[in-house]
């Protein structure tokens, strides 16, 4: 009888703890986060997606937030924390902004996009929680329209113009032909590649403008021979938003020379055949879940989900004013090799750039030997001495 009441009360033990356990679980105020996507985003046209044109999205950014999540359950569970993500489509600029506020409302601690320029400000000035940019490259919003609460994980196109000119640099291929395409777009991509070739001392022989056309009338002006012919250069950078005329380039033009920047060889934030710190795990765990492979973009939303789940570690029991300061200020494993953060003068999330010419990963930037005062990683980008951010976070 003595051997059968002990049994009965280390069950009743087991279960007291049990119950204890499952309302504590129970008890746990989650981290809250929307996402706020297009209604229905041009850049996942089949058209587009079909191409795969290097650094262009090629999926959803639910797909890499979800797998984040699902693979961070274990790390949320030992801390009693946890993260609910919900996902709101917008099919203008106003019916971001009132998704937005709705989120808020509703108790949402940080909101994501993956948004026009234009349609992520709006979110931004909307509302008083924590903004995660997700897939906008715009320089602009890093620089005069940047927010104290808005925060970029994809790199900047500034980031990505510096790591090729870097990459330039290191092998001595000084003299470049540049060649930009006729959209707004690309002029204002040209000027920062600009920046950067005068940032490490490269030079431009010649600017070109090039013109994909129906008309005859224009076909030279997306002739690959003619437009690299008459100069003397040591690559070709090609700066071609859509695409369709850069993947024309390789190996076509008059000298046998590289060509860089949207095509031949482009610099991203990731690429699938990425073979160290991990990143074959991480590229596969995704491939398995969403059944392709990823990308850039999709590394960004992954790395976006990463964020929330460091923001619940570090502050599990909220408030929503923990979560934000833990946002801003707790590294993040980026599976790059080193610890990642963002920046304090422009929300950037710091970070070394892979260059790829779609096969696999040619090398890193920042290139081995650079040197800064205080972390290499703000050689890609805008430094803190030459901020146009005037916002104080």
């Known amino acids: 009888m003595k051997g059968r009441a002990c049994r009965v009360g280390l069950a009743l033990l087991v279960a007291a703890l049990g119950a204890s356990v499952a309302g504590a679980a129970g008890a746990v105020t989650p981290l809250k986060a929307t996402l ?19 650094g262009h999205t090629d999926g959803p ?17 030992a801390v009693d924390a946890g993260v609910a993500l919900t996902s709101q489509p917008a099919d203008s600029l106003a019916a971001a902004r009132t998704a937005a506020q709705a989120a808020e409302k509703a108790g949402a601690a940080v909101l994501l996009t993956d948004l026009p320029t234009d349609w992520t400000l709006a979110v931004a000035d909307a509302v008083k929680v924590p903004v995660i940019n997700i897939g906008d490259p715009a320089d602009s919003l890093r620089e005069q329209d940047c927010r104290a609460r808005l ?53 431009v022989v010649a600017t070109k403008p090039f013109k994909l056309s129906a008309d005859p009338r224009e076909r030279d002006l997306a002739n690959p021979l003619l437009l690299t012919a008459g100069s003397t250069y040591d690559a070709v950078w090609v700066v071609d938003s859509d695409g369709e005329f850069a993947r024309t380039l390789p190996y076509r033009i008059v000298l046998p020379r590289p060509v860089v920047g949207d095509a031949g060889l482009v610099a991203v934030a990731w690429h699938a055949q990425f073979e160290r710190y991990g990143a074959p795990q991480v590229s596969r765990r995704f491939a398995k879940a969403v059944g392709r ?13 990463k964020a929330l789940v460091a923001a619940a570690i570090a502050a599990p029991k909220g408030p929503v004013a923990n979560w934000a300061q833990a946002l801003a200020k707790t590294p993040i494993d980026g599976s790059k090799g080193t ?19 779609g096969q696999g990963v040619i090398s890193q930037a920042p290139i081995d030997g650079l040197l800064h005062p205080s972390n290499v990683l703000d050689t890609l980008g805008a430094d803190a001495p030459e901020k146009k951010c005037k916002v104080t976070r």
Do not use: C
């Open 61 to 77: 950014a639910n797909d890499g937030l979800q797998v984040a999540l699902e693979e961070s359950e274990f790390e949320l569970q």
């Open 293 to 305: 492979p990823m990308t850039a973009s999709d590394w960004a939303a992954w790395m976006a989900g």
């Open 151 to 203: 925060f970029h994980i994809l790199p900047s196109e500034r980031m990505r113009a510096d790591a090729l000119a870097q990459t330039l640099v290191s092998r001595k291929w000084n003299k470049l032909l540049l060649l930009v395409g006729q959209s707004a777009q690309d002029q204002l991509r040209a000027a920062t590649v600009q920046a950067s070739i005068k940032r490490y001392g490269l030079q």
């Open 339 to 357: 610890s990642l953060s963002f920046r304090p003068w422009d929300g950037q999330l710091r970070q070394t750039v892979l260059l790829t010419d």
């Open 36 to 54: 706020i996507v297009p209604a229905d985003d041009p850049r996942l046209e089949r058209s587009l997606v079909e191409r795969h044109f290097l």
